[in-house]
Every structure is written in structure tokens, then in C-alpha cells.
């Protein structure tokens, strides 16, 4: 089954300190890779995608096909990078498939 | 915003009674989603509409329909609520062709079922 993994609910860290947020997915075939971000009080939205190959607010998310991740990584995290992250899949023109979501709170 | 708008953005309503979620898009995309959101359990697609009366069933149909007659509606109906449907409700659209390409989502509407 098409399955999305992120391991950690809450992830904790102060500010300034490297951020890594983990997600594993188990698909066929090339899925097309995405982190979501929502903060508070604002709409879900992309925050990046593995084809596009960007750096966003300084995250950048590394594709290893022989491990399945594609973790989410910032070498100094701000206070304003606290939100939840998704991270989410798709395949061959099926729907985009969610994680369970991971909480960053930078600690100032 | 890419142009979505849901409604209600809040409902409280109890146990038995049908509700109706409804989401707009003024872009013209063919395809429009509903995900629901809970803690723990992320974000779960309940149903899925490529065109005008076409839809699919997602994740977690179970206790949901919907209907597509115009391309800018996507009606999410709960027939007779539950308190397991209490959550927040995603609608979204996708800005490429077909279900690949970024989404793009609305402001998301709290239900309560009491």
C-alpha cells in the first residue's frame, strides 16, 4: 500500500540549532515528493517539492530513493519555522497521500 | 489563496443531523478534493472529484458524500453526523493537470458533532 511515514509527532529544538524532520515513503515505481507547512492560523501550503530542486526559507529536503526518505532539513532553525509539517506523495495520476504529520517547536 | 473559499468556516451541530460543507473555486480546475484533519492521524482524503459528476472515493469515505454539478462547487455532505466526524475539513484543488502538481487548499472548516 501507498504509505507516508513521519516518525516523530513533536520535534523540539532551540533556536539556531539544525532541524531535521524525517519522513520514509513506501510507494511503486517514482513517486513526485512534497513537504506541506502549516502555521498557525494560516491555510496548508507548499513549502517544497523534490523535482523543483529549492532552497525555501532555507529548508531544503534531500531525495534518497535507496532508503525512501525525503527529510526535511534547515542548518539553523528561527522561531518563526514553528508550524506542523507534512510531508506527502503521489503516483501515477492517484491523489496526494499525507503523512501523519510532524510539529516543530523552535525554543528562543 | 489560488481562488478557494469553504463554508461554513465553523459548525456546531449535533449527533443525527445532516450537514453540508461547501467549497468554491473561482480558477477553473477540474480537480478538487476534501481531506480531513485530526491530530494523530494528519491529513486523510475523504473524497476526490475529477470533473463535473465525476468523483472517487478516498481514505476515509465511510459516513460522506459528495456531488460535483458545477466546476466550481465540491459539496462535502455528512448524512447523519457523527461525534467521529468532529475535525477540521480541507478542500483543495490541484494546480497542474491531473492529480499531480501542487495543492493548493482553502482555510478549512471546524465541525463540531456534539
Known amino acids: 500500500a501507498q504509505r507516508v511515514t513521519q516518525p516523530e509527532k513533536l520535534l523540539s529544538v532551540f533556536k539556531g540549532a539544525p532541524v531535521e524532520l524525517k519522513c520514509n515513503y513506501s510507494y511503486s515505481g517514482s513517486p513526485e515528493l512534497f513537504w506541506y507547512v502549516q502555521y498557525s492560523r494560516q491555510r496548508l501550503q507548499l513549502l517544497l517539492r523534490?523535482?523543483s530542486r529549492e532552497s525555501i526559507k532555507g529548508f531544503t529536503a534531500d531525495l534518497n530513493k535507496g532508503e525512501t526518505s525525503f527529510h526535511l532539513k534547515k542548518p539553523f532553525a528561527q522561531e518563526e519555522d514553528s508550524a506542523m509539517y507534512y510531508c506527502a506523495a503521489n503516483s501515477g495520476n492517484t491523489p496526494l497521500v499525507f503523512g501523519k504529520g510532524t510539529r516543530l517547536s523552535v525554543i528562543a | 489563496d489560488a481562488g478557494i473559499t469553504q463554508s461554513p468556516r465553523h459548525k456546531v451541530t449535533e449527533t443525527g443531523t445532516p450537514v453540508t460543507l461547501r467549497c468554491h473555486q473561482t480558477?477553473?480546475?477540474?480537480?478538487m478534493y476534501w481531506y480531513r484533519q485530526d491530530p494523530g492521524h494528519g491529513l486523510r482524503l475523504i473524497h476526490y472529484s475529477y470533473g463535473v459528476k465525476d468523483t472517487d472515493k478516498g481514505e476515509v469515505s465511510d459516513g460522506y458524500s459528495v456531488s460535483r454539478s458545477k466546476t466550481e462547487d465540491f459539496l462535502l455532505t455528512l448524512e447523519s453526523a457523527t461525534s467521529s466526524q468532529t475535525s477540521v475539513y480541507f478542500c483543495?484543488?490541484?494546480?497542474?493537470?491531473?492529480?499531480?502538481?501542487?495543492?493548493?487548499f482553502g482555510e478549512g472548516s471546524r465541525l463540531t458533532v456534539l
Open positions: 483543495a484543488i490541484t494546480s497542474g493537470t491531473g492529480t499531480m502538481g501542487e495543492l493548493f
Open positions: 523534490h523535482i
Open positions: 480558477e477553473n480546475h477540474r480537480y
